[in-house]
Each structure stands twice: as C-alpha cells, then as structure tokens.
C-alpha cells in the first residue's frame, strides 16, 4: 500500500516555527515532484510549495514566500517543510503530496498530484 505520511504539526505562537515531515512508503518517491498543500476550515486547498526531485528547484506560493523552505527528504522517501514566521492564517491542516509531473515541474496544480496524505494540523495563536 502507497503512503505518505505527515507529522510534526502542533500549536504555535505567532511568529514561531514548525517542521512538518513527510514519510513514504509503498514506493519510491525519489523522482516526484513533492509538495506540500494546506486547507483552512471552509477554504479550498492551496498550494503552499513544491519542489523537483532533479536539481532540486522549488516553487512557492506567494503567501508563504520568505517564510517557508521546502526540501527533499530521500532517507525518509519525502519532504520536509520548514515554517518560521507563523501567521494566524497559516492555520490550516497541511497535506503531502507526490506526483510524477510532466516535464519534472515544480507545480502549484493539485490534479498533478497522484499521492496524498492525511494531514497534520497546524495551528497558529495570536
């Protein structure tokens, strides 16, 4: 069974920092494209970064740009999302993502994605 799981998100303070994890299993993830989504209570999901298995490059949303550092976690077969500078609207339940994107892209688009996980809360207190 393929699985991405997330861990590491948790109650912050405004202007702390969190480091979610993401482990895989099933299957190799080393040449997906990895991303990290996130989805507020009554909003749509969002992209929040991504990053290539070649190079690596990555992409972010311009919300999180400055604040947030994606990178590959080959050990674990995921990734790794740093946040520093957490904002009450960072509040969200953060998914991991995984997809063999055309052209090894870092992209914003979900339906790029064929793997998914469960989530991980994060919380952020004002």
């Known amino acids: 069974q393929v699985q991405l799981v997330e861990s590491g998100g948790g109650l912050v303070q405004a202007g702390g920092s969190l480091r979610l994890s993401c482990a895989g299993s099933g299957r190799t993830f080393v040449t997906f494209t990895m991303a990290w989504f996130r989805q507020a209570p009554g909003k749509e999901r969002e992209f929040v970064a991504a990053?290539?298995?070649?190079?690596?490059?990555?992409y972010y949303a311009d919300s999180v740009k400055g604040r947030v550092t994606i990178s590959r976690d080959n050990a674990k077969n995921g990734a790794v999302l740093q946040m520093n500078s957490l904002k009450p609207e960072d509040t969200a339940l953060y998914y991991c993502a995984a997809g063999r994107v055309i052209g090894g892209y870092a992209t914003s688009q979900r339906d790029s994605y064929t793997y998914w996980g469960q989530g991980t809360q994060v919380t952020v207190s004002s």
């Open positions: 990053t290539t298995w070649s190079g690596p490059s990555t």
